[in-house]
């Protein structure tokens, strides 16, 4: 493999160099040796092809949502320039190149009546989000974003651009195992037919009955209900929504008949006093409001546990930081379209603690053991999984990975590692190393 040349690239004194290598999480930050700033996928080939011929590993980083590891040599490759979207009303799919946001998916797709499987944020990037799974809005009736992957062009580690679907061995790979076999230029992904939702926010101070209250009314929900809690300690400045005050916020996106909504989420109205209460009929590009994530960077540090139930909730009580339950099931349990690495489908729940507003550099080990004993307290209930997009900032080391995925899956990422990229070129990631 010869040398590239390489058009546009940035060096750690360059002007321009810590703009670029900056992500949304503040926690850490890439530092490599050099930076290729990609805007076509031609930039993001010749930029691989360097990275091999010097035998350098290789970062990708979008919006830098889910940053797993920063890099602190190498080449990273930034793909926030590539934010075409394309939309084909006539076969409800999208092409979505490698920097794009989900916002961007979301409006074009509701010009024609549909939505993509986005998450609560529209600001975090579609391709790291979608091939780590993807869970989303509308996840029990539709599955992950993942099961709606319908081909994706990527850059491999021999800097070969390839169109793969679900034909390849590749694709099963990709689909699931986030940047370990290339770099993804763009993906072919389903649209679904959703123009409105109903759904919103529901806020309480009675922080135990709520989480009591919605444990046991997701008990019987049909798939077309998607919802989750968080327990938020808002802090005491003028700007937080509830100043001083720990809060219960309920989400809910129900893909139905208005009526058929208000009457299954009446249990939870029941629930007094509502702080506040913005469950009606909404557009899908409004989605936003639902979770209502932070929009601006920031360093945070989350652990989650998957459940297969969550009969006691007297661990998520008194915790210090976010604590987060999202209702899982329904579509969710198995691959909705062609096969893919996705693992742990068998879980009911991901109960998550996040430790948000931290600097750079803050020390983990001082936040660990709130975060453990949360842990231990739902090990009982717990599957033993974890979910790759949930695996960020200090948290996703070689055992975390591992437990991403089915044990025989794994065993076959592996493999498939070796035969596409048995340097391990593509590391600084969720890292799945060669057999």
Sequence with gaps: MGSEILTYMLFKNDSGYDDERQGFQLLAAHRPDLI????????VRRGVAHAASRNLPVAVQATGHGLPVAAAEGVLITTKRMDGVTVDPATATARVEAGARWQEVIVAAARHGLAPLSGSSPGVGVVSYTLGGGLGLLARQYGYAADQVRALDVVTADAEPRHVTPDDDLFWALVGGRGNFGVVT????????VRRLYGGALYFDQVETALRTWRDWTHAL???MTSSIAVIPFPDVPQAPFPGRTVAHVRIAFNGDPEEGEELVRPLRAIGPRLADTVGELPYTGTAAIHNDPEHPSGYFAT???LRALPEVEPLLGVRGVVEVRHLGGALTKPQGAPNS??????QYLAAVLSPGLPPGADLAALRPAHDAVADALSPWATGGQVLNFLYAGNAGPEQVRRAYEPADYDRLTRLKTEWDPANLFRMNHNIPPA
């Design 304 to 306: 989650h546990s998957l």
């Design 342 to 347: 996705v693992g742990n489908r068998d879980a």
């Design 186 to 193: 763009a993906l072919e992904i389903s649209l679904v037919p």
């Design 222 to 224: 049909p798939d077309e």
């Design 36 to 43: 290729v700033p990609a805007a076509t996928a031609e930039d």
